[in-house]
T-cell receptor, first 112, second 113 residues
Framework: NAGVMQNPRHLVRRRGQEARLRCSPMKGHSHVYWYRQLPEEGLKFMVY????????ESGMPKERFSAEFPKEGPSILRIQQVVRGDSAAYFCASSSQPETQYFGPGTRLLVL | KQEVTQIPAALSVPEGENLVLNCSFT??????LQWFRQDPGKGLTSLLL?????REQTSGRLNASLDKSSGRSTLYIAASQPGDSATYLCAVRYGGATNKLIFGTGTLLAVQP
């Protein structure tokens, strides 16, 4: 059973470009969570989704960030018009029930 | 405000020592608490999960305890090995519709051979 998969593992964008981060949950998992780890800081919750629904987006920046988890396919975290402050590691986690969350390897975004 | 704090921020021990990592949380009405390990440039590996009704969990050389009333958890690592070197994170989940984890800032552990 493959774990949580994230791609790309590393992403370089110039200021103003868009970044799309993908997360494929573990097989059978319908709950997906996104967290961000800024340099020298702890992980911060961003958003919690179930299939086709956003359950909690209290940690999402108000502008430029969006997330989806469609009926088919991976969950997508989209960052429009990236700025240097968006440089961070973005982690996805999944769970079958709202219990133990299993984390992916992360996507490291660097904004030049 | 729900906050999670970990001390020490960094710890260096010689191989073979037993050690304790500390985690404290401001709001004691937790649903569960989870300890993770993070290796440099890697993702998080779940080590132990303690439900709010439990006092401790054990896995191999690891033992995690939970004291809700005092808002504390400890991770005990017995007979430490160089391979234990990593950042250890604790994360708290509160009840309700949200399942978000609130993370501490971690303890960076170095076990010297």
């Amino acid at each position: 059973n493959a774990g949580v998969m994230q791609n790309p593992r590393h992403l370089v964008r110039r200021r103003g470009q868009e970044a799309r981060l993908r997360c494929s949950p573990m097989k059978g998992h319908s709950h997906v969570y996104w967290y961000r780890q800024l340099p020298e800081e702890g992980l911060k919750f961003m958003v919690y989704l179930q299939k086709e629904n956003i359950i909690d987006e209290s940690g999402m920046p108000k502008e430029r960030f969006s997330a989806e988890f469609p009926k088919e396919g991976p969950s997508i975290l989209r960052i429009q018009q990236v700025v240097r402050g968006d440089s961070a590691a973005y982690f996805c986690a999944s769970s079958s029930q709202p219990e133990t969350q299993y984390f992916g390897p992360g996507t490291r975004l660097l904004v030049l | 405000k729900q906050e999670v704090t970990q001390i020490p921020a960094a710890l260096s021990v010689p191989e073979g020592e037993n050690l304790v990592l500390n985690c404290s949380f401001t709001d004691s009405a937790i649903y569960n608490l989870q300890w993770f390990r993070q290796d440099p440039g890697k993702g998080l590996t779940s080590l132990l999960l303690i439900q709010s009704s439990q006092r401790e969990q054990t896995s191999g050389r690891l033992n995690a305890s939970l004291d809700k009333s005092s808002g504390r958890s400890t991770l005990y690592i017995a007979a430490s090995q160089p391979g234990d070197s990593a950042t250890y994170l604790c994360a708290v989940r509160y009840g309700g519709a949200t399942n978000k984890l609130i993370f501490g800032t971690g303890t960076l552990l170095a076990v010297q051979p």
